[in-house]
């Protein structure tokens, strides 16, 4: 069974930047598109990021052109980086595969303050 290992969220200001960190127990980045997910309170959880298993990317209109998704493959680690963040971005920040194949991981919290 994978295990996904959420890290390097906090609490930042409004305009600050966080690194998001997934490690996987196991390879399995070069066989699926990855994603990091994330779930405010109320609500349903969404899909900010993807990087495809030939390294293309997308993002929700809500965080494009703050928010970049890479990975690396040989450390079974897919990254978050986010930049400008606005109380918005405010959630648990989880990553998987797309679909969501995998186990969830208890996530990362993310909370940005005004």
């Known amino acids: 069974q994978v295990q996904l290992v959420e890290s390097g969220g906090g609490l930042v200001q409004a305009g600050g930047s966080l690194r998001l960190s997934c490690a996987a127990s196991r390879s399995i980045f070069s066989s699926n598109t990855m994603a990091w997910y994330r779930q405010a309170p109320g609500k349903q959880r969404e899909l900010v990021a993807r990087i495809t298993t030939g390294r293309s990317t997308n993002y929700a209109n809500s965080v494009k052109g703050r928010f970049t998704i890479s990975k690396d493959n040989a450390k079974n680690t897919v990254y978050l980086q986010m930049t400008g963040l606005k109380p918005d971005d405010t959630a648990v920040y989880y990553c998987?595969?797309?679909?969501?194949?995998?186990?969830w991981g208890q996530g990362t919290q993310v909370t940005v303050s005004s």
């Open positions: 998987n595969s797309v679909p969501s194949v995998y186990t």
